[in-house]
Structures are given as C-alpha cells and as structure tokens.
C-alpha cells in the first residue's frame, strides 16, 4: 500500500500547508521539488513528482484540485494545483513520527474552525469521510510512534 517516497512528499504538502495554517496549500510543482530537494535530499524531475502525486492520489493520501481562473483577454488561465491531505494521508505522518496530532484532533470534530467562514472556497471544504471517529484517535494513542535516532 504505502510506498517509500509517499513520505517525502506528503510531509512536505504538510509542511507547507502548516507554514500558512492551512489544511490545504497549493504550491506549483516547481516548488514542491524545489522543497523536496532543499528540506528531504529527494531530486527528482517534475514528471517524476507528478507520477508520485498521481499515485498518492490514487492510494487516497491525498486529494487535489486543478484551480482555473477565466481572464477576459487570455480566456482559461491556469493556476497551481490546490492540495489536501486525507484522514488516511494524516494518519500515515502520525505513524512515521510527523508531529500532526492537532490537526486528527480537528477532523475528529464536525468541522474545522475558520477565521473567517466566508472566505473558504467550497472545494476546500474537509469532506464527510475525512473525518476522523473516537475508536480511530484511541488507536493511533495505543500505537507506538517511532522514535528518531539521536543526532
């Protein structure tokens, strides 16, 4: 099911999508593998990056949305990607060691809190079945999180 490279990538959505206290972020892709050079010591081509991204996609690690804008001069411009991190894709960085406690904390409750509510897009909204039950949280307290190695 989980590949290795999953983790790279997925902590790195999640790493910017915190940055900005989101629980969405849309970085272009140029970034993301700017990021996964710079922060996890992965190159790899953009194509590379985005059969990853089909796969994490396809597992349901992660869900994106291709963001279009309609310009009067231009017609349909294109715009980066916007991304999520399902329950599945939160509880897979719960169990290799990323610190993401608060936000399985939030999916457990009805909805996240929102500065402001208006302002959300609709495709971002957190979708019924990424939410996270009561048995789920008790299951990933009793499960042993790994430790890191001493530096």
């Known amino acids: 099911m989980s590949k290795t490279y999953y983790l790279p990538v997925l902590s790195t959505l999640f790493g910017v999508s915190r940055k900005y206290k989101k629980y969405y972020s849309f970085p272009s892709q140029k970034k993301i593998c700017q990021l996964l050079s710079s922060h996890q010591g992965v190159d790899r081509s953009r194509r590379t990056l985005n ?4 796969c994490l996609e396809d597992e349901g690690v992660i869900r994106r949305r291709r963001r279009i ?5 231009l017609g349909m411009v294109f715009q980066s990607t916007l991304y999520m991190i399902t329950k599945k894709g939160y509880k897979l960085l719960y169990k290799c060691g990323v610190d993401c406690w608060n936000v399985l904390k939030k999916l457990q409750k009805s909805k996240f ?7 959300v ?20 307290r009793k499960a042993k999180k790994p430790r890191l190695a001493p530096a």
Do not use: C, G, M
């Open 121 to 140: 897009p609709e495709f971002a909204q957190v979708l019924p079945e990424d939410r996270i039950t009561r048995e789920e949280i008790a299951e990933l």
């Open 51 to 54: 059969r990853w991204l089909r």
């Open 69 to 73: 804008r309609l310009d009067k001069k």
């Open 113 to 119: 809190s929102h500065k402001d509510k208006d302002n």
